[in-house]
């Protein structure tokens, strides 16, 4: 009997040893298949990254077994750090892009959705100056960060609306707050996003007026901000980056859905946001680029060749970069979500 009872006992224990191994067991898997991802942006936090946010702050990373740490850029942009592999994915623009993905230095990034579905960047200035279209900038003085693209589509649009692009002044500048540049009267117009400097302009009621590249030219509809990755990580990694994908489409939805509790997740992860009127920007701004994430695509993140390859084209018939930029060159839309 107690022989009986010392098996009995001992097989119990066997049980509980087998069951304690396979819980770790378990435990060390579910820890091995969490990816950590580091994601660079391109700038300090702002409204263009929110759907980021929401997705870090609402566990949808967690939910795909992501672990995502966001780093700021270089002070040359996050290009470099992701084509390196120091960063797997980040946020570029096309335009930007053009330079970095030709030439001898060209970098293995891939941009892999868009944030925003249209261009939302033109000119802004002051109410007064009656800068009401690309013409009226002649005789102007425009802040210029000084770069080619920039320039030539400046030139563009000014000569196609029937001014004369060499008559405008190009004033050297480095503002970060147009605004306050337009009131210090040194510059007459600069290129703006309309999601946070019109939206700066209207809640210090600054009169301006301000008109769209897209309007102006539908070339320059092109794709600004967009997500990318390092292509060789994304080639061996095919389903983390889909999972990554799908995480940033569901934060950002929920964003164009709920504009003012995404502004509100913003804030909170970023608390420099909530000093001063920045508060009241950042829910200005988003309001208005909740809009923009979806608009009229199909679905987050899609991006249409025929306005990608327009843009490029144009750039190297102008030859704005080095080399030739090859049609569909530098996107993807093979990582998204098949629904949402």
Same mark, same amino acid.
């Given at each position: 009997m107690k022989k009986k009872w010392g098996l009995i006992a001992i097989l119990f224990s066997l049980v509980l040893v087998l069951s304690a191994c396979g819980s770790q067991k378990s435990s060390n898997n579910n820890t091995a298949k969490t990816k950590t991802i580091t994601l660079a942006?391109?700038?300090?936090?702002?409204?263009n990254h929110t759907g980021l946010y929401v997705a870090q702050e609402k566990g949808y990373f967690k939910k795909y077994g992501l672990k995502v740490k966001f780093i700021?850029?270089?002070?040359? &942009?996050?290009? &470099?750090?992701?084509?390196? %592999?120091?960063?797997? @994915?980040? +946020? $570029?623009?096309?335009?930007t892009m053009a330079g970095v993905i030709t030439g001898k230095n060209k970098?293995?990034?891939t941009a892999i959705a868009a944030i925003l579905q249209h261009n939302t960047s033109g000119i802004m200035s002051r109410k007064a100056d009656n800068i009401t279209s690309p013409k009226?900038?002649?005789?102007?003085? #425009? $802040?210029?960060?000084g770069l080619p693209i920039e320039q030539a589509i400046i030139k563009e649009v000014v000569n196609q609306d029937g001014g004369n692009y060499k008559d405008v002044k190009l004033v050297p500048s480095n503002v970060t707050d147009e605004v306050a540049g337009l009131k210090s009267k040194k510059i007459d117009d600069i290129w703006v #996003?309309? %999601?946070?400097? +019109?939206?700066?302009?209207?809640?210090?009621? #600054?009169? +301006?007026? #301000? @008109?769209? @590249?897209?309007?102006i030219n539908s070339t320059f509809d092109y794709y600004t901000p967009v997500l990318v990755g390092n292509n060789a990580y994304m080639k061996q990694n095919p389903k983390v980056t889909k999972d990554f994908v799908k995480a940033v489409a569901e934060g950002y939805t929920y964003a164009a859905?709920?504009?003012?509790?995404?502004?509100?997740?913003?804030?909170?992860?970023n608390p420099e946001l909530k000093k001063g009127k920045s508060g009241e920007l950042v829910d200005v701004s988003q309001k208005f680029l909740s809009t923009q994430y979806i608009a009229d695509a199909p679905k987050f993140g899609y991006i249409d060749a025929t306005r990608w390859n327009k843009f490029y084209s144009w750039l190297n018939a102008n030859k704005l970069v080095k080399g030739q930029l090859q049609e569909n060159q530098g996107f993807t839309n093979k990582y998204l979500p098949e629904k949402e």
């Amino acid at each position: 009997m107690k022989k009986k009872w010392g098996l009995i006992a001992i097989l119990f224990s066997l049980v509980l040893v087998l069951s304690a191994c396979g819980s770790q067991k378990s435990s060390n898997n579910n820890t091995a298949k969490t990816k950590t991802i580091t994601l660079a942006l391109d700038y300090t936090p702002n409204t263009n990254h929110t759907g980021l946010y929401v997705a870090q702050e609402k566990g949808y990373f967690k939910k795909y077994g992501l672990k995502v740490k966001f780093i700021q850029p270089p002070q040359n &942009g996050p290009e &470099g750090l992701i084509g390196a %592999g120091k960063a797997q @994915f980040g +946020v $570029s623009y096309q335009d930007t892009m053009a330079g970095v993905i030709t030439g001898k230095n060209k970098q293995p990034i891939t941009a892999i959705a868009a944030i925003l579905q249209h261009n939302t960047s033109g000119i802004m200035s002051r109410k007064a100056d009656n800068i009401t279209s690309p013409k009226a900038m002649t005789g102007k003085r #425009y $802040s210029t960060w000084g770069l080619p693209i920039e320039q030539a589509i400046i030139k563009e649009v000014v000569n196609q609306d029937g001014g004369n692009y060499k008559d405008v002044k190009l004033v050297p500048s480095n503002v970060t707050d147009e605004v306050a540049g337009l009131k210090s009267k040194k510059i007459d117009d600069i290129w703006v #996003y309309e %999601g946070w400097a +019109v939206q700066n302009a209207k809640i210090q009621n #600054y009169p +301006v007026n #301000y @008109f769209a @590249f897209r309007n102006i030219n539908s070339t320059f509809d092109y794709y600004t901000p967009v997500l990318v990755g390092n292509n060789a990580y994304m080639k061996q990694n095919p389903k983390v980056t889909k999972d990554f994908v799908k995480a940033v489409a569901e934060g950002y939805t929920y964003a164009a859905k709920h504009p003012q509790a995404a502004a509100t997740i913003l804030k909170n992860e970023n608390p420099e946001l909530k000093k001063g009127k920045s508060g009241e920007l950042v829910d200005v701004s988003q309001k208005f680029l909740s809009t923009q994430y979806i608009a009229d695509a199909p679905k987050f993140g899609y991006i249409d060749a025929t306005r990608w390859n327009k843009f490029y084209s144009w750039l190297n018939a102008n030859k704005l970069v080095k080399g030739q930029l090859q049609e569909n060159q530098g996107f993807t839309n093979k990582y998204l979500p098949e629904k949402e």
